[in-house]
C-alpha cells in the first residue's frame, strides 16, 4: 500500500532545528492494521501528517500505491487524500456549527458524487457506527465516544481504504475507547488499511504490527499474532 | 486608573497592528472628512452674520407670476419701491436703500480696468454699518459723487490703502468722463459677504433722469432694495405689510394689466440678509445675485454625508472589537475572576475606544491642516482653520471624538464586559456567541448600504452632467469668441468700426452682433399682440415673450437654422427696428424673427403660418412697433439646459448690440488673439477688451454641478475606503476564527478555491442586502435632487447606475475578503488542528 523510504523531517523555527524523523523505512501493506507507539514528542504524529500527506517529507521517499508522491503539488496530493485516505483526531475535529449529519456529509462535499448518493452514504454510515438516531444532533450535545464514532463515520464515508488515526481513545474513558477500537477493528476486517498512534498497549493489541518510535528513529518493529 | 486603560489600550494597539490601523486610519479618514465638512457648513451658514443689526436687515425681492408663463423672479425691486414702503410703513421702516449697480471704466494713470460701481442713496450707511478704513460715514459719504473704494481697490490703483483725496477717472456716465475723487476707504468686506463692493457712490436720483427704467420705475427692476427694519419687526412682519400696501395702497391696483389682487401677479418676498445666500436661490431666478449664491440643499447633503462617514468609521471599531472579543474574553474573564465589576471592564473598553479616537483626531488635525489648500481650491471657498484661535471649534471636535469614542466603543464595551469568567474559562471556548456575528452582519449590511447608496448618487449625479453636456444645444459652439461690453459709451457709438476692422483680420470668417449670446441667462420680457391682418388687434391679448437683440448674419454665424421665411439679411433693407420719437402716435414699423416655440405660444398651427404676421408690442428704447414676423428660426437651447426652451422674439436694434461673436477659421489663437486685442485697442484705447470663447462659457454653465459631482465622488470614495477597510479587518478575524474549521475541510479534500468561496459568500449576504437597502433610498434622493433639472435622465438610467453600483459593490466586498481568504486557505491544516 505505502512505503517510506529513508524518509527524514526536519522543523526549522528560527533558529531551532527540530529532527521529527530521521531516516525512517516503513512499509505497510494493504489491509494491515498498524499500530505506532513512543513517548511523546518521539514524532508519531509527525509520521502519521506525512503519511496523510498533510506534510512533506524534507528528504527521501515516499511511494503510495507504487507512486513516487514526493514531488507532488499540493492539489494533485489532495485529490489523492480526499479519495484514499480517511482521518481520526485525539480531539474529534467536528465542526461545531454544522450537525452530526452535515459533519459526515462535508466528507463527500468536496467529491462529485450526486446528492441522492451522499444522502444514502451518509445514512449508511450513520447506521454503521451506531449514530443514526443523533442525526440532527450538534457536535456539542453529544459524548465523546459518540463524537468520536462520528468522526469515524466521517474518516470512512468516502470508502476511503486507509485510515489515519492519532490517538483516537486519547480523550475517551475506557469503555468507550473499546467501542471505538472495535469500531477500527471491523474495519480492518472488512478490508481498510489502519495506521493507529496510541499510548494503550491494550489497545495497540488490536494492532497486528506494532512500531515502536524513539525520538524520530524506527526503533522496533513487532509483528505479531493476534489471536 | 485612568493610566491602567490608556496603557492596556496602547499595548493592544501595538499587538494588533491591522486593527489599530484600520480603526485609526478609518477614524481618522472619518473625522478628517467630518473637519473638512463642516468648515464647509459653517462656512455657508455664516453668511453677512457679521453685519452690524443683521437680524434687522432685510432685502425685498419681486416676483411676476402669469399663468401662461413660468414666473419670473428677481432678488431685485422696482426703483421706486423703497421710497414708497419707507414712507407707507414707518412704524416698522428705520431706513431704507437701493442700490444700482453700473459697469464703467477706471482709469488711473496707466491702469485701465472694466469696474463694477455700486451707487447707493445716501442713507446706505444707516442701513449697513460697515467699517471704514479711512474715513467714516459723517464725513465720506455726503455728497452726490463722493466714493468710497475698498481696500483692495485701494492697493490695486495705487498700492496703499490711504488713498483719500485721490482722482479717479471714470468713464461714462451718460457719455460722460468724470474726474471723481475717493473721499473713504472700506475695509474689505468678507468672503462671506453677499454684497460685493468695490466702489460705492452716492447716489443722486437725478443722475439717472437719462435712463428712467433703473429708478423712476414701478414695473422695471432694477435695484438692490434693503431696510432696516425697527426693534421687534421681522422679515415675515414687514412682508405682510408690504403685501397689504401691494393689494390696497399700491399703484398697482390703478394698473389695468391686474384683474383681481395685485399679489394674485405680483408677489414681493421680503428676506432677513442672513437667509440671503443659502435660502435666495429660488427668487434670484436666472439673473443672479451680487454673487454666486449657496445652495442649502448642498449644506444639508454634505451634513449628511459627514455623519454617514463618521457611521461608516464607527461601525469598523464596533464590529472590529467585538470580533476581536473572542481573543479577549479570557483577559475579560480574568479580570472579572480578581474582583473587576461589570461597570469596570466596560469602563475599559470605552476608555480603549475613546484613546484610540483620540489618536485618529491628533491625525486628522493633521491631515486637515495639510490639505485645507487643496480642498478649498476644489470647493472655490476661502475656509480658514487654525486651532489656536478657535478653541470654541476645538472643544466641539473634542466632542465628538469622545461622542464617537463613546458610540464606537459602547457595543463592544456591554457585549465584553458580559461574559461570565466561569463559563469562558472552563469551556475553553470563544465566547463568540451567534447573536454578535448577526449584529455584526447588521452593521456591516447598513455600512455597505451607505457606501453603495453615496456611490449611486455620485453616479447619478456624474452621468445627468454628462448628459447635460452631450445634448444638442442646438447652435454651432465651434470655433467663436465673444467680444462684451460693446455697449460702453466709448464703444458703442462705433460698434460698426470695430466689426469692420475685425473681419479683415486673417482668420477671421464672420463678426455678428446681438444683444445675448447663446448660453446667457439673461431675460428680457415684454408683452406682445397678435395683430388681425386688418383688425385694430382688441380681440387678442398680450401675452409675454422673451426677446433677443441680434444683428445680420446671427442665424448664419451661430448656424440656427430658419424653418420658415428668412432671418435679418441686408438686401431687404428694412429689417432693423427704427426708435420712433417719444410720444409719437403712430406705431413704428420693423421685422422680426421669431423660435418655434414663440410660434407655438402665439397659437400658430406651423411655422409656416406665422410668416406675414405682425405683433404688436413696446420695445425697449424703441416705443410702440408694429413687428412683422419675416422667419421662424428652429428651436436651440439659448439659455443654459437648467432653463429649457423659451418663446422668443429676435429684433435688429442696433442699439442694444453689446456682445460680437468672432468666428475664426484658424488654429494659430495667441496671434488671433493678439491681432484682435492690438485692432481693440487703437479704436478703443479708453476701454479694456473683455473676451470669452463660446465653448468655454457653456462649459461654465455646467461647472457647479461638475464641481458638486466631483466633491460627492471624493467623499463617497472615502466611505467606501473605510467600509472596505473594514470588511477587509472583518475577514480577518473571522477567517482566524475559522482556522479550525478551515482545517478540517482542507484535511476532508476542500481545495483553496473551495474556501475562498466559503468566505467570500459570507461576506456576499450582507453586500447583497445592503443593496436592497440602498437601492430604493438613493432612487428616492437622486429622483428629488433630478426634478430641479428641466432635461434629465430618465429612470432606466438610474436603474442603470445601480445596477453597476451593485455590481461594484459586490467585486468590491469580493477582492477585499478573498485577498484574505486566499492567505488563510492557503495554509497547512495541520497548523490549526495540531495544538488542541
Ligand atoms: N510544525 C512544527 N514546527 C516545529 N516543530 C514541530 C512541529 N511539529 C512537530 N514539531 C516537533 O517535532 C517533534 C515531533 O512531534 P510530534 O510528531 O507531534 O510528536 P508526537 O506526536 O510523537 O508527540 C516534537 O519535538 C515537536 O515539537
Ligand atoms: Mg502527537
Redesign the pocket.
Known amino acids: 500500500m505505502l512505503k517510506l523510504h529513508n524518509l527524514s523531517k526536519v522543523?526549522r523555527?528560527d533558529e531551532v532545528e527540530?529532527v521529527?524523523l530521521n531516516n525512517v523505512n516503513i512499509e505497510i501493506e494493504a489491509g494491515e492494521f498498524v499500530a505506532i507507539m513512543?513517548p511523546?514528542?518521539?514524532?508519531?504524529?509527525?509520521?502519521l501528517n506525512v503519511i496523510g500527506m498533510l506534510d512533506s517529507p524534507s528528504s527521501g521517499e515516499y511511494i503510495f500505491r507504487d507512486e513516487s508522491v514526493g514531488q507532488y503539488s499540493e492539489s494533485r496530493l489532495g485529490d489523492i487524500r480526499k479519495r484514499s485516505i480517511g482521518f481520526i483526531f485525539q480531539s474529534f475535529n467536528l465542526i461545531d456549527e454544522l450537525s452530526v449529519e452535515e459533519n459526515i456529509e462535508l466528507a463527500l462535499l468536496y467529491h462529485d458524487i450526486p446528492v441522492k448518493e451522499r444522502n444514502a452514504r451518509v445514512a449508511a454510515v450513520m447506521d454503521k457506527v451506531g449514530i443514526a438516531h443523533r442525526a440532527k444532533h450538534m457536535p456539542s450535545q453529544l459524548s465523546g465516544g459518540q463524537q468520536q464514532r462520528v468522526a469515524v463515520a466521517r474518516a470512512v464515508v468516502g470508502k476511503q481504504s486507509l485510515i489515519l488515526a492519532d490517538e483516537p481513545t486519547g480523550n475517551l474513558d475506557s469503555a468507550h475507547g473499546q467501542e471505538v477500537m472495535s469500531m477500527l477493528q471491523q474495519l480492518n476486517e472488512e478490508g481498510t488499511t489502519i495506521v493507529m498512534?496510541t499510548h494503550s498497549p491494550s489497545h495497540s493489541d488490536y494492532a497486528r504490527r506494532i512500531i515502536n518510535?524513539l525520538d524520530g528513529h524506527v526503533l522496533t518493529e513487532n509483528l505479531r499474532a493476534v489471536g | 486608573m485612568f493610566k491602567n486603560y490608556v496603557l492596556t489600550a496602547w499595548r493592544h494597539m501595538a499587538s494588533n497592528p491591522l486593527f489599530s490601523f484600520i480603526n485609526i486610519f478609518g477614524l481618522a479618514v472619518g473625522l478628517t472628512s467630518c473637519i473638512l465638512i463642516l468648515l464647509f457648513v459653517r462656512g455657508e451658514l455664516s453668511h453677512d452674520k457679521q453685519l452690524v443689526d443683521a437680524d434687522r436687515i432685510v432685502r425685498l425681492h419681486s416676483a411676476y407670476i402669469s399663468s401662461d408663463n413660468p414666473p419670473f423672479r428677481t432678488v431685485r425691486a422696482a426703483g421706486r419701491m423703497m421710497e414708497a414702503l419707507r414712507d407707507y410703513a414707518s412704524e416698522q421702516v428705520a431706513a431704507g436703500v437701493r442700490l444700482l449697480q453700473i459697469g464703467p471704466t477706471v482709469i488711473v494713470g496707466d491702469k485701465v480696468f472694466n469696474e463694477t460701481f455700486v451707487f447707493a442713496d445716501q442713507s446706505f450707511f444707516e442701513v449697513f454699518d460697515l467699517p471704514f478704513a479711512h474715513g467714516s460715514s459723517e464725513s465720506s459719504f455726503n455728497n452726490p459723487l463722493d466714493l468710497l473704494v475698498s481696500e483692495e481697490i485701494a492697493v490695486k490703483y495705487f498700492g496703499r490703502t490711504d488713498v483719500v483725496g485721490e482722482l479717479l477717472t471714470v468713464c461714462c456716465m451718460d457719455g460722460q468722463q468724470l474726474e471723481v475723487k475717493i473721499t473713504g476707504v472700506l475695509e474689505n468686506l468678507p468672503a462671506t459677504s453677499h454684497l460685493d463692493i468695490d466702489f460705492l457712490v452716492v447716489m443722486q436720483p437725478s443722475m439717472f433722469d437719462f435712463a428712467p427704467n433703473l429708478l423712476n420705475t414701478w414695473t422695471s427692476v432694477n435695484t438692490y432694495t434693503y431696510f432696516k427694519l425697527k426693534q421687534g419687526f421681522s422679515a415675515a412682519d414687514f412682508k405682510e405689510r408690504v403685501w397689504y400696501w401691494t393689494d390696497h395702497e399700491s399703484p398697482f391696483t390703478q394698473m389695468d394689466m391686474v384683474e383681481g389682487n395685485p399679489t394674485e401677479q405680483i408677489q414681493p418676498n421680503v428676506m432677513a440678509v442672513t437667509d440671503l445666500y443659502l435660502n435666495a436661490r429660488r427668487d434670484a431666478g436666472n439673473m443672479g445675485d451680487f454673487k454666486a449664491l449657496g445652495d442649502l440643499r448642498m449644506v444639508y447633503a454634505f451634513s449628511g454625508v459627514a455623519l454617514l462617514i463618521l457611521i461608516v468609521a464607527s461601525i469598523n471599531f464596533m464590529n472590529l472589537s467585538t470580533a476581536r472579543a473572542s481573543q479577549r474574553a479570557r483577559e475579560v474573564a480574568l479580570r472579572k475572576v480578581l474582583g473587576a465589576s461589570r461597570r469596570q471592564v466596560a469602563l475599559q473598553f470605552l476608555g480603549e475606544a475613546v484613546t484610540i479616537t483620540f489618536f485618529a483626531l491628533l491625525l486628522a488635525l493633521v491631515v486637515v491642516e495639510m490639505t485645507l489648500p487643496l480642498y478649498n481650491e476644489a470647493i472655490d471657498r476661502e475656509l480658514v482653520f487654525s486651532l489656536a484661535s478657535e478653541l470654541p471649534l476645538l472643544a466641539l471636535l473634542v466632542c465628538v471624538a469622545i461622542g464617537v469614542g463613546l458610540l464606537s466603543g459602547s457595543y463592544p464595551a456591554v457585549y465584553l464586559s458580559r461574559f461570565l469568567p466561569a463559563r469562558i474559562l472552563k469551556s475553553n471556548q470563544s465566547g463568540d456567541e451567534s447573536g454578535s456575528q448577526r449584529i455584526r452582519a447588521a452593521l456591516v449590511v447598513f455600512q455597505f448600504a451607505i457606501s453603495i447608496g453615496l456611490g449611486i448618487c455620485t453616479a447619478v449625479i456624474y452621468s445627468q452632467t454628462l448628459y447635460a453636456r452631450s445634448m444638442d444645444v442646438g447652435y454651432d459652439v465651434s470655433n467663436k469668441l465673444v467680444l462684451h461690453g460693446l455697449s460702453s459709451s466709448e464703444v458703442s457709438n462705433k460698434k460698426q468700426v470695430i466689426v469692420d476692422q475685425l473681419i479683415r483680420i486673417p482668420g477671421v470668417e464672420s463678426v455678428v452682433l446681438s444683444s445675448e449670446v447663446p448660453s446667457q441667462d439673461n431675460e428680457n420680457n415684454t408683452g406682445f399682440r397678435l395683430l388681425d391682418i386688418q383688425d385694430d388687434g382688441a380681440a387678442n391679448d398680450d401675452i409675454i415673450l422673451n426677446y433677443y437683440n441680434a444683428g445680420y448674419g446671427f442665424f448664419e454665424s451661430y448656424k440656427i437654422n430658419i424653418v420658415a421665411g428668412r432671418g435679418f439679411d441686408k438686401a431687404y433693407g428694412s429689417d432693423e427696428v427704427i426708435p420712433v420719437a417719444e410720444g409719437s402716435e403712430t406705431a413704428g414699423r420693423a421685422n422680426i424673427v421669431i423660435n418655434e416655440s414663440a410660434a407655438r405660444q402665439l397659437g400658430f398651427s406651423s411655422s409656416q403660418q406665422a410668416v406675414g404676421k405682425v405683433l404688436r408690442a413696446d420695445v425697449f428704447r424703441a416705443g410702440l412697433q408694429h413687428l412683422t414676423i419675416i422667419g421662424v428660426a428652429e428651436d436651440v437651447y439659448f439659455r443654459s439646459l437648467k432653463f429649457g426652451i423659451r418663446a422668443s422674439v429676435f429684433f435688429n436694434h442696433p442699439a442694444t448690440l453689446r456682445e460680437a461673436t468672432i468666428t475664426y477659421n484658424t488654429t494659430d489663437l495667441p496671434g488671433l488673439l493678439d491681432q484682435i486685442e492690438t485692432t481693440w485697442k487703437a479704436i478703443f484705447p479708453l476701454t479694456p477688451i473683455s473676451h470669452e470663447f463660446v465653448a468655454d462659457m457653456v462649459n461654465a454653465q455646467y461647472q457647479e454641478e461638475e464641481q458638486q459631482a466631483e466633491l460627492f465622488a471624493a467623499f463617497s470614495l472615502l466611505a467606501v475606503i473605510i467600509a472596505c477597510l473594514g470588511l477587509y479587518g472583518l475577514a480577518s478575524f473571522t477567517a482566524e476564527q475559522r482556522t479550525r474549521e478551515i482545517g478540517i475541510r482542507k484535511v476532508l479534500g476542500a481545495r483553496v478555491e473551495d474556501i475562498v468561496r466559503l468566505l467570500v459568500w459570507q461576506f456576499s449576504r450582507p453586500v447583497l442586502v445592503a443593496n436592497l437597502i440602498a437601492w430604493p433610498t438613493a432612487w428616492y434622493l437622486v429622483s428629488g435632487w433630478l426634478e430641479s433639472f428641466e432635461y434629465r435622465i430618465g429612470s432606466s438610467e438610474i436603474l442603470m447606475q445601480c445596477v453597476i453600483a451593485g455590481t461594484l459593490s459586490l467585486l468590491i466586498a469580493w477582492i477585499t475578503v478573498a485577498s484574505r481568504a486566499i492567505k488563510v486557505a492557503r495554509a497547512n491544516p495541520i497548523?490549526a488542528l495540531?495544538y488542541e
Open positions: 522543523y523555527t527540530t521529527a513512543g511523546s514528542g518521539c514524532g508519531k504524529s509527525t509520521l498512534v518510535l | 497548523e495540531r
